[in-house]
């Protein structure tokens, strides 16, 4: 092979270049990867003087057919994209070119610089192709476009064969953005986790109508997993997706009203307190929807009207009276002292039981302000020496701080002298868990509670309680998934565990059962209902 002189190879190129020789010109292009880098530059600086309509197609030629030199030097794709910049009117025409095999190169600059004008282009592109890697490249230079223009076609690939096309065609209308991008996204939900949850955080990106509203259907689901994934979006959106949730409460389905109250709760706008009140007024007969309503409205500012939270302390549930209890807490004044107050000059028994309640609710303000009084004190003490320890030494602690030594000093309880078998509870409520703490410990166990799923298995790792309890909905791990995790190392017969759960759903039933749990029980639960589950397992 005779060698190569660099001086005769340039001024070739020279020439094909007044002629508009391009094969000519491609010949002196093969040989690149054979010269020396000075040369290889000054070919290159040579063909960028060129016209478009002839250096475009030999640039892309070096792209595709003499791939060692474009991956050695960078500056070809450089000076294609360049030239592209300053010329883009000609990407649509050399898009459309039939003279240009592979457009891999155009459509990637297209792409990148978000052209709009070459969307039509790329549509006839993609009807034509029967490469799935050119398909794939055209559905994500759509996206980038981002022209509604492309959303039948995006829509049709959301049922191709192939996967990687259907993700590649939901981000694509993800980045289109428009109301109707978004209500053909939701049509396609439904069929695989996978992709509901990529359109989920889609609808959490946009953000529009469409998707809050579609967001908040999903906390409906029959899957607690989808459930809580929307619920976790909602609360990232905030304030914007309180108008939507607002408009649950007007529902009667018990099961959406709770997911409702504990976004609500989660995302803390005052707005929506009026409407939780007005919800409480008309006293729903599910006791989770008022236990639901009660803890939202503990994480939310109650500027007025806070002495209507007091009557929550005489419901029919425990759980819901705790609820209540941590809700006048956070939002205490000398008014609901007095109310409260008053309670308990009502009938003993009704006294009594309110006072357990702020016992086991651990509401500082309220206790403090009630610690003057004697009837109080008299009560307080009917439970606190039995209570749980961290119980007892939390109001030893206060009272202590507060300066209340006599009163603290009457708190210390009977040393236990047996140990306890443990059981282990987890729900990512601390208002819950503070009551498996209480009725647990009354009912003669050593409760272990977690608030993260991922704590109570590292946990189990090494040790082995009498029991696990759990609730269904929690995030990053729900119930079901916790389950399938314990029995890797557990079985149904060593560990029992038992799923506490204001759901009904008879999806997540099955999901359960299948999953490893022994049993399920409903909130809102009480030491007899507890009691009675435990008992028929052991």
Known sequence: MAELNPEHMIEELRDNIKTGDTLKAQLV?????????????????????????????????????????????????????????????KLVEFLGSTTIGDKTELIRVVGELRFEEATPVLLDLITTSENEAKILL????????????????????????????????????????TPTAMHRLAKRMGTDNEIDYLILSIFSEVQDQISLEKLNDTIRSHYAHMRTFAKSKLVRIGPK????????????????????????GDIGDESAVVPIRKLLTNEPKN???????????????????????????????????????????KNFSTILGAGIKNLLRGPESEARHIVKIIVNAQVDSIFLNLADDELFEELALFYLPHAHKDIRNHYHKLLQQDGRNAFANKLRGDEEQTVRPKIVAVDDSRMILNIYKATLHELGYDPVLFEFPASALEWLQTEKPLMVLTDLNMPHITGIQLAKRIREKYTEKLLPIIMVTTQNEHQDNEEAYTAGVNAIVHKPFNSKSLIAAIGRLL
């Open 241 to 264: 997706a309180v108008p939507v949730l607002i408009e649950n409460l007007l529902h009667d389905d018990s099961d959406f009203l709770i997911h409702t109250l504990n976004v609500l």
């Open 138 to 177: 055209i559905i994500e230079t759509l996206g980038f476009i981002g022209d509604p223009l492309a959303i039948n076609t995006l829509t049709d690939y959301l049922y191709a064969a192939n996967r990687e096309l259907i993700i590649a065609a939901v981000q694509s209308l993800g980045q289109v953005g």
């Open 287 to 329: 006791a989770n929807v008022r236990f639901a309503a009660y803890e939202a409205l503990a994480l939310l500012p109650l500027k007025k009207g806070a002495y209507t939270l007091t009557a929550g302390l005489s419901d029919s549930e425990d759980h819901v009276c705790i609820a209540a209890a941590r809700a006048i807490d």
């Open 29 to 89: 292009l093969a040989h690149l990867e054979q010269v020396d880098q000075k040369t290889r530059n000054h070919l290159l600086y040579t063909l960028s003087r060129a016209e478009p309509d002839f250096s475009v197609p030999l640039f892309i030629y070096l792209l595709t057919d003499q791939m060692v030199v474009a991956d050695e030097m960078p500056i070809i794709r450089e000076t294609l994209l360049s030239i592209l910049l300053a010329y883009p009117e």
